[in-house]
């Protein structure tokens, strides 16, 4: 314990605490460790003759970086510091400053309680950096997403270049009125089904709503839910219909709509068993402008689903409250991480307006909320430096290294948003995050 103590003083001394020392007992009192001062001498022969004519007691020592932690009167810690680093034997002189865990901030969503998942995944550490920003846009290509929700309202995408309601394509787009997004369905003329398109984006299955909630659902606002990137935007792709049933076509036009509109990451929820140059050619388009790709493995325990196995996509399978995978979840070469994904709780358009659900369907948006958080702390990363955070700050849950199950782990986002340097001094003090080495 004292290793941990006095390293985790010494980072706090050195970065934190220059200058600190001639301020009054009473304004610090609360944030050192009274009777004790922290020493570092030049030499050992500068050791011996600094105890000597400072007559001081020696708590303990660190003799690798000739550190002493030395015994005052109460009180006396700030004067006894200015007066030792007069001392030409001494290196540094500091007060043994306290440290605390940098647990994130508990947010004030009713819901937060139920919310499993984001704890798991440490999203409070990474809140303490970023919880998004309005510049960073989740395509949620999907069943749509219930526009009026209280949750979602505020971080929905606004297409800024379109007059409601005109009847007119303003901003030159192709769609006309794609205030929220845009629908890509398909419609039976009574011989075969033909293609369509409109602005109808409103959630008639509950499946969009939910994903929208799990990646983006606002944070800290007294209401529901908190979701992973609460402080982004949320544009609404809608490709699948009531029953949840949606062609590959719709799908590709859905993810090439998101990033001609400025999509930063597409989120996929959805799959079929079948590959299809069409999809492939859809990621590809994403990945070439920029936009990463986040497609659930599947949930019927068997392959991997398909946009999730198209090369540039993050596939994503499911892990329980013990980080373990459920049977369900599809397993396979092309799995990259694994997310929470077991009794989810997040928006809905009916009942009470929040609803459990399970599937990889809402392990993939608490990936693609990260990625999110990651893009909004470093708007500069290409969608594979993003993919790269992931999986390697990813939390290994199974076998040593990647495995079909959880691919490289369980997504950790404390450990993806938040820098090392500040994380250090806390593991010093004593507080570790799931994936720091074992001790």
Known sequence: MW????????????????????????????SYRPGAVLVQYRSRLDRESLLSAWDARVEAEIAPLRVLSLRVPAGREAATVVALRRDPRVAFAGLDYVASAAD???????????????????????????????ATVIAVVDSGVTLSHPDLVDRLWV???????????????????????????????????APGENNLVIDDLGHGTHVAGIAGATVNNGVGIAGIAGGCRLMAVKVLDQYGVGWYSDIAAGIVYAVDNGARIVNLSLGGSSPSEALQASVDYAHARGVLVVAAAGNDGGAVLYP????????????????????????GPEVDVAAPGVDIYSTWPWRDGYFTKSGTSMAAPHVAGL???????HPDYTPDQVQQCITQTALDVGPPGWDEYAGWGRIDAGRAVVPHRVLLPLVCHGYYPSWWPAQ
């Open 159 to 193: 297409n800024a270049g379109e007059i409601p309601a005109n009847g007119l394509d303003d901003d030159g787009n192709g769609q006309a009125d794609d205030v929220w997004g845009w629908h890509f369905y398909h419609w039976w003329d009574g011989q075969a089904y």
């Open 104 to 134: 994130g901030f508990t947010p004030n969503d009713p819901g937060w309680t139920q919310q499993w998942g984001p704890q798991q995944i440490g999203a409070p550490l990474a809140w303490s950096v970023t919880v998004g920003n309005t």
């Open 308 to 331: 999730a196995a198209c090369q540039h996509a993050l596939a994503v399978a499911a892990t329980d409250r013990d980080d373990q995978h459920p049977s369900f979840s599809n397993h």
């Open 3 to 30: 290793k941990r103590v006095t390293l985790c003083a010494i980072i706090l001394s050195a970065l934190l605490l220059d200058g600190q020392a001639g301020e009054s007992q009473g304004a610090v009192e609360s």
């Open 371 to 377: 990625a999110a958080l990651i893009w909004s702390q």
